[in-house]
């Protein structure tokens, strides 16, 4: 059965970063989206990701990480998306605001991350940040290798996604596993490239979030 959902957009203080927040009725959690390496809360990626958490009663929060005249800087420098402490810092509070209850309605919903590329390095230090509030983390074709000295704090569960046809960063995902000592898991998609452009691969991403989001999310982290 499909569920009635409600869209808007939010604006999140004190940085005034743009986000879509969407909440199916009767949510059982929600998630924040972190996108990375020049991304955006349009990423058509992570909007399909997202669509099927909310059919899987799941909230969404798709956010910019950066602000509009940080992201016409980093189109010229590039170096903004590799800032994961920047990044982590305004995932943190996009985390508080919602913890603040800005909307009655996911005011006790249990909080994930849903990290690519860098942003899913901002998500892992932003868990370490804070561990008692966030029970939840998915990477997508990420690099949670840049979240460095955090990794081993990360206490909520963690599934990291990696196509098939990214070696190197399946390498990187498996020196950044070997450091987590939370509740941890590497899914490799076959015939998956780092984008999973490929029929039917990023629909096996969903499939694997929406599981992992389904059996963690409202579990306390282990």
Not at 49 to 59: E, T
Not at 156 to 183: K, R
Request: net charge negative.
């Amino acid at each position: 059965m499909k569920l009635e959902v409600r869209e808007q957009p939010v604006r999140i203080p004190p940085d005034g970063l743009e986000g879509d927040l969407v909440i199916p009725e009767r949510a059982t959690g929600i998630v924040l989206f972190a996108h990375g390496s020049g991304s955006s809360r349009h990423s058509p990626r992570n909007r399909y990701v997202a669509g099927m958490l909310n059919q899987g009663g799941f909230a969404t929060l798709l956010l910019d990480l950066l602000t509009g005249a940080e992201e016409q800087v980093d189109l010229r420098t590039r170096h903004l998306r590799f800032d994961i402490d920047l990044l982590a810092g305004r995932l943190v509070e996009a985390t508080d605001w919602l913890g603040r209850g800005h909307d009655t309605s996911t005011r006790n919903l249990s909080i994930g991350y849903f990290g690519a590329s860098t942003g899913a390095a901002a998500a892992l230090v932003a868990a370490a940040e804070r561990p008692a509030v966030i029970r939840s983390v998915v990477s997508r074709g990420g690099r949670p290798d840049l979240a460095g000295a955090a990794l081993p704090r990360v206490e909520a569960p963690t599934l990291l996604i990696v196509g098939g046809y990214d070696e190197v960063v399946i390498q990187m995902n498996h020196q950044a596993l070997a450091q987590m000592s939370c509740h941890k898991q590497l899914a490799i998609v076959p015939g998956a490239s780092h984008l999973f452009e490929e029929p039917g691969t990023l629909e096996k991403v969903s499939s694997l979030a929406l599981d992992w989001f389904a059996h963690t999310l409202n579990e306390r982290p282990v």
